[in-house]
């Protein structure tokens, strides 16, 4: 496990808006792959999939912290960054990579990721989530 203080500023960000990670994820030299929820009050209000769930989050303009600070995710999600409200972001599942062929581990990452919204849509959780990882805004 690294010591060294990570400096990307999407890390700072969330850090500031009291978004909490599992701590694998915020380890960017060994990424964990797989499935992960955003959850508010303890209610899951997002699942996705990444081959690398850091990523995800912190790098780039269609990483989920961006997304969060534009406005532009579930809203409940949007609510709580910008009450500075508790957000935890936990790893469900990690997805290993199987190099058997590249469609059916993209599928078996797509699956899991189906197997948790289902889940969690459920017990009345991740309402705002439609196919392929959209919500409705507004």
Request: hydrophobic residues 30%; contains cysteine.
């Amino acid at each position: 496990m690294s010591t060294t203080k990570n400096r990307n500023t999407y890390v700072q960000l969330a850090k500031q808006h009291n978004v909490h990670f599992d701590s694998r994820i915020l380890q960017p030299r060994e990424p964990v792959r797989g499935i992960y929820g955003i959850f508010v009050d303890d209610e899951c209000q997002y699942v996705g999939r990444s081959y690398s769930i850091y990523r995800r989050f912190f790098c780039g303009s269609q990483c989920h912290i961006y997304k969060m600070e534009k406005g532009k995710h579930v809203s409940k999600v949007v609510e709580a960054w910008n009450n500075k409200k508790d957000m935890y972001v936990k790893v469900l599942e990690e997805v290993h990579k199987i190099d058997d062929h590249p469609a059916k581990d993209a599928q078996r990452l797509a699956s899991a990721e189906c197997k948790w919204i289902d889940y969690y849509q459920a017990l009345n959780q991740c309402l705002e989530q439609y196919p392929e990882g959209h919500w409705k805004v507004g």
